[in-house]
């Protein structure tokens, strides 16, 4: 199972880099790492609302994508 599968199957996790990214923006201040921190946050909704069938529109096999 490689990152991006388990991702996948456990979208949530992606919470984990996004906070990592939040505490790295809070010592930096830099715009770029907030900007990473809610790209991984979106990411997590994403495949969230893929895995519980929110945004397919048609049928969906076992993983995140649609047919």
Not at 19 to 44: E, K, Q, S
Request: aromatic residues 14%; contains cysteine.
């Amino acid at each position: 199972m490689g990152a991006m599968s388990f991702l996948i199957e456990y979208p949530l996790i992606a919470v984990i880099p996004a906070m990592a990214f939040v505490g790295l923006y809070r010592l930096t201040r830099r715009p770029f790492v907030i900007v990473v921190a809610l790209a991984w946050m979106f990411y997590g909704i994403y495949e969230y609302a893929m895995q519980e069938r929110i945004l397919c529109s048609g049928e969906c096999n076992t993983g995140s994508t649609c047919s």
